[in-house]
């Protein structure tokens, strides 16, 4: 993803087109467009539930039958998120609260920038305090936090040396310093973005010493040594690479590294998904999750974006002049749903996140935002909530059989239980249901005395 100061032109959306967003080419083979959509109900079932048992007993084990029992979801294993680059610095405290509220009731998982020109302006002074402001925050809510990207040579810090070799050690410092200074608060971390194409034209004219620092080093070697850096500073990190490539180049890059590694250095693979001129279609989708499932490690779709606005990358960044419309804002909101619907039935991904949360100051200036920049929700914020936190969200109340037990097939994430007998005590209980577990939880009500029957 591109830091907002930093301009690019026509060659970086071309690119994007011919490389990576356009590489799959229609034709007669595998599932047609309706039949993938049409079964994702059932993979949905099938990979994000799992069956839960809940035995209400009493001090001494025996079942309480008739118990009155509340299952309720809290969170979702899976991560529903966003970048998070408006946190306060959104403007007046009205705009910072509906920006802080919102976020927090859709998404559990959020992306820090650490955009290395931005977050050290000055040699040695980042912008740690920050970036800790905002994890806490987060952390408070129950929203998991990634910090996005280690490296990346998108543009050069100002106060960058000429000297390879001094440079390549300062990128390792910056990987070591974050890493290890977050950790416990930060631990999910894109450690290198778009390695694929780094060589790229117009990232040589904007960054040419990190350009050329990756270049001598070699790509592989590079890429190889970031993680083994951000590896040693937190074993147990987890660790992406990140790429707007869904082409076999990327597959190509990734097999180099994990030869090179002799084992996958990464935990994850980031999938970019910025759609600012065409939407994929569910069969560009499906294909770019098995294109990488292949790895068998998980699959985050990292930058996702669909605009509300007129279709393209080039538009007048002049204010207002690329608005959100009526008609933008219906097709975003049908094309969330289905991408959404797509992506969560496939049972390798992991993470879905979208870029970025408002129209205001969005990349590019676009109307990628799921609220506009007044801040007030689009109908696509309207429908992904309708889906994370109700279509995808479990909660029931049952009475217990005669042997105290509830059952029940829920989504997988974190639960809030409770339960009574009659008007007396409420008894709750907090438990996680989990895949390949027995997701078997007793709730203890009273003190009782032994059955003898």
């Known amino acids: 993803m591109i830091l907002r100061p930093i301009q690019t032109g026509f060659a970086v959306a071309l690119s994007l087109v011919l490389a990576g967003l356009s590489v799959f080419a229609a034709d007669d083979r595998g599932p047609t467009d309706d039949a993938l959509l049409q079964g994702a109900a059932s993979r ?55 920006y802080r509220n919102q976020f927090a009731e859709l998404f559990n998982f959020a992306t820090l920038g650490f955009y290395w020109p931005s977050y050290e302006r000055r040699q040695g002074e980042p912008q740690h305090d920050h970036a800790s402001q905002v994890a806490q925050w987060c952390k408070q809510h129950g929203i998991t936090t990634k910090g996005h990207p280690l490296a990346w040579n998108f543009a050069d810090p100002s106060w960058l040396p000429d000297d390879v070799g001094q440079i390549r050690t300062l990128q390792m410092e910056r990987i070591r310093d974050c890493v290890e200074r977050f950790r416990g608060t930060i631990d999910v971390w894109d450690v290198v973005n778009e390695a694929t194409h780094f060589e790229r034209a117009e990232f040589a004219r904007n960054s040419p010493k990190l350009t050329r620092m990756w270049t001598e080093t070699g790509r592989i070697e590079f890429v190889d040594e970031c993680f083994r850096t951000a590896r040693a500073a937190s074993a147990s990190a987890t660790l992406l690479i990140n790429d707007y490539r869904v082409d076999p180049a990327y597959a190509e890059l990734i097999d180099q590294l994990t030869q090179k590694a002799g084992q996958r250095p990464f935990d994850v693979i980031g999938i970019q998904s910025h759609m600012h001129r065409d939407v994929w279609s569910n069969r560009r989708l499906w294909e770019a999750c098995e294109r990488f499932a292949r790895f068998g490690v998980p699959l985050h779709f990292t930058e996702l974006t669909v605009l509300s606005g007129e279709p393209g990358w080039e538009k007048p960044r002049a204010p207002g002049s690329w608005p959100s419309t009526p008609d933008g804002e219906r097709q975003q909101q049908e094309a969330v749903s289905r991408i959404y619907t797509m992506l969560f039935s496939h049972p390798s991904v992991t993470a879905i996140t979208w870029w970025d949360f408002s129209d205001r100051n969005a990349w590019q200036g676009a109307p990628a935002g799921l609220v506009r920049e007044d801040l007030t929700p689009k109908p696509a914020y309207t429908a992904l909530k309708e889906l994370v936190k109700n279509q995808w969200w479990t909660r029931l109340t049952q009475t217990a059989d005669a ?51």
């Open 403 to 453: 042997d105290g037990r509830v059952t029940f097939r829920g989504f997988l994430g974190d639960y809030r239980a409770s339960a009574r007998v009659g008007e007396g005590e409420v008894v709750e209980l907090q438990f996680t249901l989990a895949k390949n577990d027995a997701n078997e939880q007793r709730i203890v009500i009273g003190t009782g005395a032994p059955r003898n029957d």
């Open 44 to 98: 949905i079932d099938e990979h994000r539930k799992a069956d839960g048992v809940l035995i209400v007993v009493d001090g001494s084990g025996n079942p309480i039958p008739g118990a009155q029992v509340t299952i309720e979801q809290t969170r979702h294993a899976f991560l529903f998120g966003c970048n998070i680059f408006l946190f306060n610095r959104v403007g007046e405290p009205g705009d910072e609260t509906a």
